[in-house]
């Protein structure tokens, strides 16, 4: 989409220190942090709306330099944030206008990474990697592994995030850290193993990291993470936390390494809920996602 004029965060509003070198410099930026705070189809907590702000203030908090990759690591990609837009109530419709937002940001040759906001946005958010990348891998992040065909009469459903994702016949998926399901998904599950891998948080002491991700090996992959990835005693600001599920240091070894495995071209972050007064949440979530951006654009290695 030539042409496409983006609507940034100033730099003191943006993700990260407003203090940092690029702050002022929004369109040189390769990275792009697309607020999408959809919350249209949630079934027990709310609040996943408050999701992305939240999680862009938090931000302004961290240190810009990664001690793991031991430098400042956003210089060597740049980050810039766009606002927030007002989000149509008909979640199609809202599906469409991230769809176009994710295209525009790709089409200028950039890496769209969007902070949600309900999983449902996932279905919008993938469709320009799609026409892109004939041969996309999704790796999910999840509690849940969200096959449903709809939920609750809702088509696009959150409970159907990565159901509407495999609407397109191009894509595999392996999901990791799965630990509620239905009845029909184990069903749905059983019956598509050609494209869907499923690593369950019950056999997570016999993961073996290797042949989790060898599916991405030298493919372009979209990384989606579900907060409720993590366990509920560890990130509880979710609108489902569940138990049994990984720690930070658990994610981050897998992200690591399909970061070195893959190609990943895009991201998104969904299901944030913050709750009011425990900051912490919110500090944790900011954390994430900067080493998601710093693992997508910088790399994993130590520079001494």
Excluded: C
């Excluded at 929004?26 to 992305?52: N, Q, W």
């Excluded at 469409?96 to 449902?120: I, Q, W």
């Amino acid at each position: 989409m030539t042409g496409v004029t983006f609507d940034y965060l100033p730099g003191e509003a943006s993700f990260l220190d407003p203090l940092r070198l690029d702050a002022g410099q929004p369109d040189g930026a390769r990275a792009v942090v697309i607020p999408f705070g959809l919350e249209a189809s949630v079934s027990y907590g709310g609040g996943t709306k408050d999701g992305p702000m939240a999680i862009i203030e938090a931000s302004h908090q961290l240190e810009l330099f990664d001690e793991e990759l031991w430098r400042e690591a956003y210089r060597d990609y740049g980050v810039a944030a766009l606002r927030q837009p007002a989000i149509p109530e008909r979640i199609e419709d809202a599906l469409a206008l991230l769809d176009r937002t994710v295209g525009a940001v790709l089409d200028a040759g950039r890496f769209p990474f969007v902070l949600g906001g309900e999983h449902s946005l996932t279905a919008g958010a993938i469709r320009p990697f799609v026409q892109r990348y004939p041969d996309l891998v999704v790796l999910q992040f999840d509690a849940h592994a969200d096959l449903r065909d709809g939920y609750l009469g809702e088509h696009f459903s959150h409970a159907a995030a990565m159901r509407r994702v495999l609407d397109h016949p191009g894509v595999s998926m392996v999901q990791v850290g799965i630990r509620a399901l239905s009845q029909p998904e184990a069903e749905f599950y059983d019956a598509n193993r050609h494209r869907v891998a499923m690593h369950l948080a019950v056999d997570r002491p016999r993961w073996d990291i290797e042949a989790m991700l060898a599916p991405l090996a030298g493919k372009p992959v979209y990384v989606t993470v579900d907060i409720d990835a993590l366990d509920g005693s560890v990130m509880p600001a979710t609108g489902t936390p569940t138990p049994g599920g990984m720690t930070y240091p658990d994610l981050l070894a897998i992200l690591k390494r399909a970061a070195e495995v893959g190609r990943i071209v895009g991201m998104d972050m969904v299901e944030f809920a913050p709750i009011p007064g425990f900051h912490a949440y919110d500090a944790l979530a900011a954390h994430l996602a900067a080493k998601m951006l710093n693992y997508a654009l910088s790399g994993t290695t130590r520079r001494s």
